[in-house]
């Protein structure tokens, strides 16, 4: 499959621009649309125009960062996958080998929420990753 690396570019700059007034107020256990981009090799891409995936916050460092995990409609039966019940009725799977450093300005718009058992069996998983 051919990525396009350049348009990812163009968002991306536009994304860096944003002006740091525009306070995007989120929370562990969010789930948000997040502007992933376009990756190398097997990391997990964003969909669409906006190169987007929803994602599941895992820990906020401060109102600017956070580690955040994607989430797919694709339910696969491995250690890396874990069901996530989530506040809308869906049921994604987190790709916890994915965990990465997100910045804020990445965030779009806000899906809901991961249910509390969900997120406690998701943390265990990364910290058993560890």
Do not use: M, P, Y
């Given at each position: 499959m051919q990525k396009d690396?350049?348009?990812?570019?163009?968002?991306?700059?536009?994304?860096?621009?944003?002006?740091?007034?525009?306070?995007i107020y989120f929370h562990e256990r969010d789930i948000w649309w997040c502007r992933i981009g376009?990756?190398?090799?097997f990391e997990q891409d964003g969909k669409g125009k906006s190169f987007s995936r929803p994602v599941l916050i895992v820990k906020k460092f401060n109102q600017f960062v956070f580690w955040a995990i994607p989430l797919s409609t694709k339910i696969k039966k491995n250690r890396y996958y874990l069901a996530c019940a989530c506040s809308d009725g869906?049921?994604?799977?987190?790709?916890?080998s994915q965990l990465r450093l997100i910045s804020s300005k990445?965030?779009?718009?806000?899906?809901?929420?991961?249910?509390e058992d969900s997120f406690s069996a998701i943390k265990k998983a990364i910290k058993d990753l560890l």
């Open positions: 690396f350049q348009q990812w570019h163009i968002a991306k700059e536009k994304i860096h621009c944003q002006s740091d007034g525009q306070t376009v990756n190398v090799g869906e049921t994604r799977a987190a790709i916890i990445r965030l779009t718009d806000k899906v809901g929420f991961a249910k």
